[in-house]
Structure formats: structure tokens, C-alpha cells
């Protein structure tokens, strides 16, 4: 699987292509790992989103 940086806005699409590989190529108990994983780094993702834009806020309050 290719390695690359997104923002979180690419994630659902990301995420269809990942659902359509592991349904695709791994068996059930592989399938429910990967979109574990996968659920793990949308939070992560999620959580330096968050991060980001609080730390832009304070670095320039209105």
C-alpha cells in the first residue's frame, strides 16, 4: 500500500479505496484489524486537525 500525506478532508476517499482493498485482498479477521487501524488514524488525524487550528487561533487572536 502506498505511503502518502492527506489532510483530513481527503480521508473519505481514502478510506472507500481502503474498504474496496481490504474487502478485496485480506480475509475477515485481517479486514477487521485494517479498519480498526484505519479507524485509529482517522481519530489521529482528526485530533492534529484540531491541534493545528487551536494553535493557529491562539498564535492569532481576533
Known amino acids: ?34 479498519k480498526h487501524l484505519q479507524a485509529e488514524v482517522d481519530s489521529l488525524l482528526q485530533q492534529l486537525q484540531n491541534l493545528k487550528e487551536k494553535r493557529l487561533s491562539d498564535n492569532h487572536p481576533e
Open 1 to 34: 500500500m502506498p505511503t502518502y500525506s492527506s489532510s483530513v478532508s481527503e480521508r473519505p476517499a481514502q478510506t472507500l479505496w481502503v474498504s474496496d482493498v481490504t474487502n478485496s485482498y485480506y480475509q475477515d479477521d485481517q479486514q477487521a484489524k485494517l
